[in-house]
């Protein structure tokens, strides 16, 4: 059974700094594109930030361009999202996806696998 499981949200001061993890079993994603996306109360589920298996392409928000940074250790099976200069208005719940492709898609529809998503609250 394949599972995405995310951690390292919490509630942190604007200005200050999150990292998630994203740890995925049941099969590898060594070679497939990853992401990160987020859904706000009352909003639609949009992508923070996609990368593809080599790490070389990568699709940002451009909201957090400069500010977020997306990680992936291949070898463990790991993504990760590094959030630094918050803002409330990045407050929701962010889900960790995979793909079973290669191509650097912006839609959830374009990911198969899911966490359960880990909430980020930010005060300002």
């Known amino acids: 059974q394949v599972q995405l499981v995310e951690s390292g949200g919490g509630l942190v001061q604007a200005g200050g700094s999150l990292r998630l993890s994203c740890a995925a079993s049941g099969r590898t994603f060594s070679r497939n594109t990853m992401g990160w996306f987020r859904q706000a109360p009352g909003k639609e589920r949009e992508l923070v930030v996609a990368?593809?298996?080599?790490?070389?392409?990568?699709s940002y928000l451009d909201s957090v361009k400069g500010r977020f940074t997306i990680l992936r250790d291949n070898a463990k099976n790991t993504l990760y999202l590094q959030m630094n200069t918050l803002k409330p208005e990045d407050t929701a719940v962010y889900y960790c996806?995979?793909?079973?492709?290669?191509?650097?898609?912006?839609?959830?529809?374009?990911?198969?696998?899911w966490g359960q998503g880990t909430q980020v609250t930010v005060s300002s």
């Open positions: 990368v593809t298996w080599s790490g070389r392409r990568t």
């Open positions: 996806a995979a793909s079973t492709g290669t191509g650097l898609s912006e839609t959830p529809s374009g990911y198969d696998y």
